[in-house]
């Protein structure tokens, strides 16, 4: 059996603002930072209790998702690899609006839809799909993925189904750690 984690980003600037970050570059707050060395300390806490082993991290290149990978690999000695796959859907004409608007709401439930210029949720499944395919074929390795709340939802539809509903309502906090057996 293999295992694989998750984590999402600490604290960016436009979560504080209730803004979509989407492919957006928006920096880690000081409590982000703050997250990402905590949840480098909890991981490195569980590896030296023997609860807990990471060969690879796997990040995507934005800030917010890098800069919380190096803080975890600081704390872990954990090597850390750039991921594109792993950057987070660019919601085209919806990014730097409220989160909780209406209007993205429905249309994030439009899976083809790519949002005036940005990526459709069945594009960005494909890319993290495939990425998640590949770690699965090779158990017997263990790999943590640092990215971004969009991507922790396709992450979590690989391994469980869900319902439309449920896929578009999903969502995990700043620095949250999740944990996939596959």
């Not at 409590?31 to 082993?53: F, L, P, V, W, Y």
């Not at 899976?111 to 074929?137: H, K, P, W």
Request: glycine content about 8%.
């Amino acid at each position: 059996m293999g295992i694989m984690y998750f984590v999402r980003h600490g604290q960016t600037v436009w979560n504080v603002e209730n803004k979509i970050c989407g492919a957006t570059d928006s920096p880690l707050t000081e409590q982000g930072h703050m997250q990402a060395k905590r949840t480098g300390e909890i991981i490195n806490d569980a590896i030296s209790a023997g609860r807990m082993h990471i060969d690879m991290i796997l990040t995507s290149p934005l800030s917010r998702a890098r800069d919380t990978a190096e803080e975890i690999s600081s704390q872990t000695g954990i090597p850390v690899h750039t991921e594109v796959r792993l950057t987070e859907q660019n919601f085209g004409r919806w990014e730097g609006t409220p989160r909780d608007g209406g209007d993205f709401a429905a249309a994030k439930q439009n899976f083809c839809d790519s949002f005036s210029g940005g990526e459709s949720m069945l594009r960005c499944a494909q890319r993290v799909y495939n990425l998640i395919d590949e770690i699965t074929a090779i158990p017997e390795k263990t790999f943590l993925l640092v990215a971004h709340n969009g991507i922790a939802r396709i992450v979590e539809s690989y391994f469980r189904d869900m319902t439309n509903a449920e896929f578009a309502a999903f969502g995990i906090k700043n620095a949250q750690i999740r944990e996939y057996r596959f």
